[in-house]
T-cell receptor
């Protein structure tokens, strides 16, 4: 069990560019979550997958954001036409139905995005 | 008003002290309660989770939930400098998948 991994760890991009982040959950976990965290705040929920199905999306997830989880394994989060307000830490978490579902969500190290 | 309120601190205590961290919440549907520890520029690490009201102990950490008061606490005994971090409370309802977090309390344990 190597934990949740995220790539890249840091991304600096210019306003208007597209960026894509990857998350690899703990191997036996069927649930995967994306959160966004800004300085001095707790993580805010963005979206949730159970296996390959995207079951819930937050209102924070504007049309410029899209997430996928093909084959129910890794997930990608894409932001199109980035804005300075998108600068944040993007966190991925996973959990297993066998551990009580969302009760035990395990987080990755995050991808820190800076939009200049 | 936020669903989960948490004093951002910073809270500074001497090594060996007992630390008390707290959150209040407004959504009576919350049933699962968690505490995460987050070091600077790292992802949150799950410390404790409890279901409904009651106490749970794990080593130096004790989590308490009082649903009647909508109040949860995390106690850290014999605090160490390595405990210096931001502590986040999180909770969810029985049907929800997402966690709702507090803003986090920054803890500094001094020598």
């Amino acid at each position: 069990d190597t934990g949740v991994s995220q790539d890249p760890r840091h991304k600096i991009t210019k306003r208007g560019q597209n960026v894509t982040f990857r998350c690899d959950p703990i191997s036996e976990h069927n649930r995967l979550y994306w959160y966004r965290q800004t300085l001095g705040q707790g993580p805010e929920f963005l979206t949730y997958f159970q296996n390959e199905a995207q079951l819930e999306k937050s209102r924070l997830l504007s049309d410029r954001f899209s997430a996928e989880r093909p084959k129910g394994s890794f997930s990608t989060l894409e932001i199109q036409r980035t804005e300075q307000g998108d600068s944040a830490m993007y966190l991925c978490a996973s959990s297993s139905d066998r551990t009580g579902g969302a009760a035990g969500q395990y987080f990755g190290p995050g991808t820190r995005l800076t939009v200049t | 008003q936020k669903e989960v309120e948490q004093d951002p601190g910073p809270l500074s205590v001497p090594e060996g002290a007992i630390v008390s961290l707290n959150c209040t919440y407004s959504n009576s549907a919350f049933q699962y309660f968690m505490w995460y520890r987050q070091y600077s520029r790292k992802g949150p690490e799950l410390l404790m989770y409890t279901y409904s009201s009651g106490n749970k102990e794990d080593g130096r950490f004790t989590a308490q939930v009082d649903k009647s008061s909508k109040y949860i606490s995390l106690f850290i005994r014999d605090s160490q400098p390595s405990d210096s971090a931001t502590y986040l409370c999180a909770m969810r309802s029985g049907t929800a998948s997402k966690l709702t977090f507090g803003t986090g309390t920054r803890l500094q344990v001094t020598l």
